[in-house]
């Protein structure tokens, strides 16, 4: 009983095991002097991500509106969301906009705000539903991405494999070559 608890760190891939570890197992673990640590690899990425390239990198320094744009909402993308929703401070004046687009993105919709009942307090979310592939992205889609409301400080590609991430970022980038005024 005298004894510091024993750390135990796990990782776990499925998001209903990580609940059922931080309920059930947690409480249960610390009765026997062992204090169970989650380590979601994902979030700790995103956070090392998001330290080093924020969302309004590269931009002046001072308030300014920030759309951050993020393709692919797998466990990746949805750890980046919610460091991205979680750095949002919501200020007169200054906009966080954050676009997610993914083919299943209103059941995405629907499931995160049920699971995280603040999160549509922290930015403005739009969800756009679209199976993305490199050589489909046509201008518009990009405007509508990436332009809309507010033109994007930051796009995240989170889609699984690097060939498949690698080719959505030349795609996003030909689509927007075709518009007028806009930089890589």
């Given amino acids: 009983r005298d004894r510091a608890l024993l750390p135990f760190v796990v990782r776990l891939d499925h998001g209903d095991l990580r609940a059922l570890a931080a309920v059930q197992l947690s ?4 009765r026997s002097n062992v204090d169970l640590i989650r380590y979601v690899r994902e979030r700790t990425v995103a956070r ?23 393709v692919g909402l797998g466990s990746m993308g949805g750890a980046l969301l919610l460091q ?10 200054r906009r966080t906009v954050l676009t997610v687009v993914d083919r299943d993105a209103v059941a995405l919709q629907e499931r995160l705000l049920t699971e995280v009942p603040g999160l549509a307090q ?3 979310l739009r969800f756009k539903g679209a199976d993305v592939a490199a050589a489909d992205i046509s201008p518009a889609q990009f ?3 990436t332009l809309d409301p507010i033109p994007a ?15 959505i970022v030349l795609g996003l980038r030909r689509a927007m070559h075709h518009r007028e005024g806009v930089s890589a």
């Fill in 122 to 124: 922290c930015a403005e």
């Fill in 27 to 30: 409480s249960a673990l610390r």
């Fill in 153 to 167: 400080s930051a796009i995240y590609v989170c889609c699984g494999e690097d060939r498949q991430n690698l080719a």
């Fill in 48 to 70: 090392g991500l998001l330290g080093r390239y924020p969302p309004d990198w590269g931009q002046p320094p001072g308030p300014h509106d920030i759309h951050a744009v993020i």
């Fill in 143 to 145: 405007e509508d991405w």
């Fill in 84 to 93: 991205l929703a979680g750095i949002a401070v919501p200020s007169p004046g």
